[in-house]
């Protein structure tokens, strides 16, 4: 069944350390997304991709990267987390053109301790 | 600042009502999308409706636009408790197609179907 999926759904971890939140989709879209949410907010587009080797910074600067080295891989990483890292960060992808939705990732519900 | 805003942030309504919560933006879009998230998950596309479309149905869910107001309405017939959750309008800015057709989000509405 065509999805994307996101991994680890939750996350605690201690400040200072890397991490890489895994998003991949089976629907072979050409654009994903990241987008960071705190609860009860609004999201917020963080890093997105319309291809192989593309990748471009959002709305809300972060201090994550990411990479698109296959269509259906797209991961975010963090080199040093920090307390304020902590948040949801939801991976989404779309097909090629403007009148598509997304389809979303469950999330990754990150805690920095 | 965010393109789309939310009215009310909070609804709350007994199961058997309709829910109608309203979205207004500030520039010119291609078209505007509404979403749906339960608790602590991610966003499921609900339905899109372009710029040059007045009104769209799908099943128990109508949504208006009007570009003069630059507003938009989703109408949640009959609601149910399943129908708790936060939804979210989004949209495309006129002008973004070539670089991707972004959407950006509105903080969304908190609805509450109490059975």
């Known amino acids: 069944e065509a999805d994307i999926y996101q991994t680890p759904r939750y996350l605690v971890i201690g400040t200072g350390k890397k991490i890489t939140l895994e998003c991949s989709q089976t629907?072979?879209?050409?654009?994903m997304y990241w987008y960071q949410q705190d609860p009860g907010m609004e999201l917020h587009l963080i890093h997105y991709s319309y291809g192989v080797n593309s990748t471009e910074k959002g709305d809300l600067s972060s201090e994550s990267t990411v990479s698109r080295i296959r269509t259906e891989h797209f991961p975010l990483t963090l080199e040093s987390a920090r307390p304020s890292h902590t948040s949801q960060y939801l991976c989404a992808s779309s097909e090629r053109g403007r009148n598509y939705g997304y389809t979303f990732g469950s999330g990754t519900r990150l805690t920095v301790v | 600042s965010q393109q789309g805003e939310e009215d009310p942030q909070a609804l709350s309504i007994q199961e058997g009502e309709n829910a109608t919560m309203n979205c207004s933006y500030k520039t010119s879009i291609n078209n505007l999308q509404w979403y749906r998230q339960n608790s602590g998950r991610g966003l499921v596309h609900l339905i899109l409706i372009r710029s040059n479309e007045r009104e769209k149905h799908s099943g128990r869910l109508r949504v208006t636009l009007d570009t003069s107001k630059k507003s938009s309405s989703l109408l949640i017939t009959a609601s149910r408790a399943a129908d708790t959750a936060s939804y979210f309008c989004a949209t495309v800015v006129l002008g973004q197609e070539t670089s991707g057709s972004r959407l950006t989000f509105g903080e969304g509405t908190q609805l509450t179907v109490n059975p």
């Open positions: 629907m072979g879209h050409d654009k």
